[in-house]
């Protein structure tokens, strides 16, 4: 709960109920090594399905405990410290076609008050040139956007070049990177190009801030990057690679580069749900 709304509440009551420690830590304990709290960054999901899903992608011997909580949120609790911590990093995580955002369970969680913004995600770099096509620069690129966890055997192999695909873990209340300059050396000349970031199954963002969970007129945040304009890539070439155009933006060449004139660089364009991506 924000501070001011609890000091707030202080304010106007003098009663407040102490419970010992002692008296939650054996509830605690049931819950702290095994159970992860979870969220659709969509549409509410079967807490079945939940359930079966976990037990189907780990291969586990049990069914795992799923406990609907208000607001939407999940208690999925395993029966093996180890089966959670495979789950937390084997994502992502979909069900009925919706993204879960998923945290370890912690004390004091109150639904719909403290949030769950832990996510991962698949990351697209389109067009990578090929002399980057290396797992430790894909990995550094895509760290701009969150944090790397994995790339995908495809890539690694070698066996496309149209986009790197990286497993990137993101906190979805942040605004969503539309991508990054990539700055080297090449025969003692200093290059700079811009690598856009597509991300697979998330929502699409607010295109003022760029964070997900709202549309516009909901949105009660100021501009991202103080309204300065972030480079992209021309929204008609990449129609074909997203399955989304933009037909309101303006482009404009510049060195071989399009570049948004809009004052937004966040849309439908920075996220897929093809399932052949």
């Known amino acids: 709960m924000p501070s001011r709304i609890l000091e707030m509440l202080r304010s106007r009551t003098a009663e407040v109920v102490d419970v010992p420690e002692e008296e939650l830590e054996g509830i605690r304990a049931e819950w702290r090594s095994t159970t992860v709290i979870v969220r659709s960054l969509g549409r509410p999901v079967s807490v079945d399905w939940v359930a079966r899903e976990f037990k189907r992608v780990g291969r586990l011997d049990y069914n795992v405990e799923c406990f609907l909580l208000m607001d939407g949120f999940i208690a999925v609790r395993f029966a093996k410290e180890e089966n959670r911590e495979a789950a937390l990093k084997n994502g992502p995580w979909t069900v009925a076609d919706q993204l879960l955002a998923?945290?370890?369970?912690?004390?004091?969680?109150?639904?719909?008050?403290?949030?769950i913004d832990r996510v991962v995600v698949w990351l697209r770099l389109p067009r990578l040139p090929l002399d980057y096509w290396k797992r430790e620069a894909i990995l550094r690129i895509a760290a701009s956007a969150g944090n790397p966890l994995a790339v995908d055997g495809f890539t690694e192999q070698g066996g496309r070049y149209g986009f790197a695909r990286v497993k990137v873990e993101l906190n979805v209340s942040n605004p969503l990177k539309p991508g990054t300059l990539v700055r080297e050396k090449y025969g003692g000349v200093?290059?700079?190009?811009?690598?856009?970031?597509?991300?697979?199954?998330?929502?699409?963002?607010?295109?003022?801030?760029?964070?997900?969970?709202?549309?516009?007129?909901?949105?009660?945040?100021?501009?991202?990057?103080?309204?300065?304009?972030e480079p992209a890539v021309a929204r008609g070439k990449e129609k074909e690679d997203t399955g989304a155009d933009n037909p309101e933006v303006d482009v404009q060449t510049n060195g071989g580069a399009s570049i948004l004139e809009e004052p937004s660089a966040f849309g439908p364009w920075l996220v897929t749900n093809r399932i052949w991506q």
């Open 102 to 115: 998923m945290e370890r369970w912690r004390p004091n969680f109150v639904p719909g008050v403290g949030g």
């Open 190 to 229: 200093e290059e700079t190009f811009w690598q856009g970031f597509i991300y697979k199954n998330l929502p699409a963002p607010c295109s003022k801030c760029g964070r997900i969970g709202h549309l516009v007129p909901e949105c009660g945040y100021p501009s991202s990057a103080g309204g300065k304009v």
